[in-house]
């Protein structure tokens, strides 16, 4: 319930495997229940009239989190036309949720709030002429020539963009234990969701799998909705998280297990019960140390991995990082993949935070206007990169927070001339520009 | 600091805090209320720095972890307030009769003035009862200052309203 898993198929409207978290509540709507997926009809449905339009634009920024809405901004203030395609029916992606202050500096919107950024980028891209969103839609493939593919409910546009940024962030792991399909397990981002953008309290009392950032937080959230947080495990020896979001939970008297992992979940047709177990420095369970929580709800925040379906499909040469959360697209320091004019930003380049998302939208933007726009505008852009990169890589990545995000995404950034070796050896089937 | 006990426990001793220099010494501490920023980590934040109105935080960069110019701090708790990490705290340990500590507050209900809290320690233990003797808010961080019993200054971090 990131937005990217099947955990809340409904039958929407008489269409099945549809997304309900992501569906506004409007006149008329008809939810049914389904039990698991749903094989679409056969044949060809009449599904009343569709507008198709094709579509011309500089830069078309596929994701509107704060990757893709920093990139927007960007190069809309240097002068390019940008189209912003978000299947949700709101912009700012993972920002929507989160009812916490950001870190950072004031520049960087440290000190707001996550859905107070996303109303701050709501604002200006509402308030440019040269920013169009087109919500509820999703890219859906691209086709040779560089079009895009753009479905929404009653739409489909066919896109030609001068220069792609994906922006398309990062799905949920999930985990494998005993009955984890029972009902009351689910998804810290879906949490997130149900909580604090709907306003829905999802249960009484919680175990929360993982002490990643995330993790560390929705136990905050969890306990300020007033749900009793049982305890907090984590399998490796340390918590993943940084050291003040672990103080805020154990202050209110929330446990951190660290080499503990969950075992079993049991209940009749939900969640009533949740077995924890200690792990040996092999990561195998140690016989005779389960634990017992009563709890209603098991949130599992055991990671992201990128979403790179669109580089993927477009031919980007790819690499496998685990510290980055899984494959992602090779890229020179100014984000540029292997196919010309198509960047990556945010989590899709590789799981890490908001404030560098920001930071990457605004290099994958200049980099387009580097090569799109006038000269003057173009030596700007380049110029201001370069400041940018500097202070990510030099002072920001410093981090020794961001040190495994930062060795990640050094072992997919090559050099602009490696690029173009690799270019000519894995000549991608779509081009753009 | 990879192998402090902080990583593991989630609560940071007074010993790792001094060795940070983020515990205020004993001399400024008999002066009246003063900051502790229980920021261990180099973190890439500084809010702190720009919102003290008298420039008692420093940082060379963004990642630094702070640093406090003890007698430069009035312990107004502005930085209570903005820490996105919830991690400022002033205390008072000056008086003779009662130690004072504000902390941030983000859960319903929001005490008042006068209201008896349970006092909670870094552990989330209950360690007393306090009255609390001041509120205010910013962007929906509240900050509490409580009055506890003496001795407790450098204990107690957060407050728990009873429902
Ligand atoms: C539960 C949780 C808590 C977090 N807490 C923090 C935090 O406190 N501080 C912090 O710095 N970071 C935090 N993060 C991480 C942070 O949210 C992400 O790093 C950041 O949002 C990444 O930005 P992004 O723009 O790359 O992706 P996202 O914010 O995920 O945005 C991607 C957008 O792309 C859209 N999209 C994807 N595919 C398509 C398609 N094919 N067509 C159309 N649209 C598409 C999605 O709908 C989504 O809106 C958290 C993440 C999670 C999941
Ligand atoms: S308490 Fe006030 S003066 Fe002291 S460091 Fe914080 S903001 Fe600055
Ligand atoms: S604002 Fe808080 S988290 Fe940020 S540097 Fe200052 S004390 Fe640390």
Known sequence: MIGKCSSCFMKVNGVPNAKTCREPVREGLVVERQRGWVPPAAGVEELGSVEFREVETDLLVVGGGPAGLSAALKASECGLDVVVVDEHFKIGGQLLKQTHKFFGSVELFGGMRGFQIAEEYARRIGSSERIRVIPRSAVYGVFRGGLVGVVGENSHYVIKPRAVVGSTGASERYLDFVNNDLPGVIGAGGVQTIMNEYGVKPGDSALVVGSGNVGLIVAYQLLQAGVAVRAVVEILPEIGGWFVHAAKVRRYGVPILTQHTIKAVYGNGKVEEAEVVAVDENFNPIPGSEKKFRVDLVLLAVGLEPDTRLFSQCGAVMKWSPDLGGLVPLRTPDLETSVRNLYVAGDASGIEEATTAIMEGWVAALSAVSKLADKSRASRAEEELEKINKFLWEEYRASPVLARARRGKQSVTVSREEMEKIRAEHPPHVSFG | ?163
């Not at chain 2, 973190?43 to 990642?63: F, R, S």
């Not at chain 2, 205010?136 to 107690?156: A, F, H, Q, S």
């Open chain 2, 1 to 163: 600091m990879p192998n402090s006990s902080f990583r593991k426990t989630g609560v940071v001793s007074p010993e790792e805090l001094a060795a940070l220099n983020l515990l205020p010494p004993e001399d400024r501490l008999k002066k009246g209320p003063v900051v502790v920023l229980e920021c261990p980590e180099m973190i890439p934040c500084n809010i702190c720095v720009p919102y003290c109105p008298t420039k008692a935080i420093k940082m060379e960069k963004l990642i630094d972890i702070p640093a406090v110019e003890w007698d430069k701090c009035i312990g107004c708790g502005i930085c209570v307030a903005v820490c996105p990490g919830l991690a400022a705290f002033v205390v008072d340990t000056s008086k003779s009769d009662f130690d004072y500590v504000t902390v941030p507050h983000e859960f319903i209900p929001i005490p008042r003035v006068g209201d008896e809290v349970v006092l909670l320690n870094k552990l989330g233990e209950g360690v007393g009862r306090g009255v609390v003797v001041r509120v205010w808010e910013r962007n929906r961080t509240y900050v509490i200052t409580v009055r506890v019993p003496k001795g407790l200054g450098m204990e107690v971090r957060a407050v728990w309203v009873e429902r």
